[in-house]
């Protein structure tokens, strides 16, 4: 998928997310998935980067409980895509101490603060 290129990489993806897209991306040449947005592959160092939907397979890798107070907790995860890239986000629609590793997840992009941004639900096979 071809996104306007002024932007650069992070600013591609962000205008992704602002349209209600998650795409990361993927190289041409070695052909492995890369995230964080980048303008070369961190593996091969190419610059033939292209933007994908990810197959939506996802799996908790880490998670941890962060408590604010006693009634006021959230999880921090590391999700690990079907595609091999690990990125930080949490889980919700869960209570955050049943978040665990192993759990299948999907993406949803969704707007936190005013902003979108990429969290995860279970995966309908879990639920």
């Given at each position: 998928?071809?996104?306007?290129?002024?932007?650069?990489?992070?600013?591609?993806?962000?205008?992704?997310?602002a349209?209600?897209k998650?795409?990361?991306?993927?190289c041409?040449?070695?052909h492995?998935?890369?995230?964080?947005?980048?303008?070369f592959?961190?593996?091969?160092?190419?610059?033939?980067?292209?933007?994908?939907?990810?197959?939506g397979?996802?799996?908790?890798?880490?998670?941890?409980?962060?408590?604010?107070?006693?009634?006021?907790?959230?999880?921090?995860?590391?999700?690990?895509?079907?595609?091999g890239?690990?990125?930080m986000?949490?889980?919700?629609?869960?209570?955050?101490?049943q978040?665990?590793i192993?759990?299948?997840?999907?993406?949803?992009?969704?707007?936190?603060?005013?902003k979108?941004?990429v969290?995860?639900?279970?995966?309908?096979e879990q639920?």
């Amino acid at each position: 998928m071809a996104l306007p290129s002024e932007k650069g990489a992070e600013g591609q993806y962000q205008a992704a997310l602002a349209e209600g897209k998650f795409l990361i991306q993927q190289c041409g040449d070695c052909h492995r998935h890369v995230f964080y947005p980048r303008q070369f592959c961190p593996h091969c160092d190419s610059d033939a980067l292209a933007w994908v939907v990810p197959s939506g397979g996802a799996t908790v890798y880490s998670a941890t409980t962060v408590r604010l107070k006693p009634d006021a907790a959230y999880n921090v995860s590391i999700i690990e895509l079907d595609e091999g890239i690990r990125m930080m986000s949490r889980v919700e629609g869960v209570a955050p101490d049943q978040v665990r590793i192993g759990m299948r997840v999907s993406p949803v992009v969704a707007e936190r603060g005013g902003k979108p941004v990429v969290v995860f639900t279970m995966a309908k096979e879990q639920q």
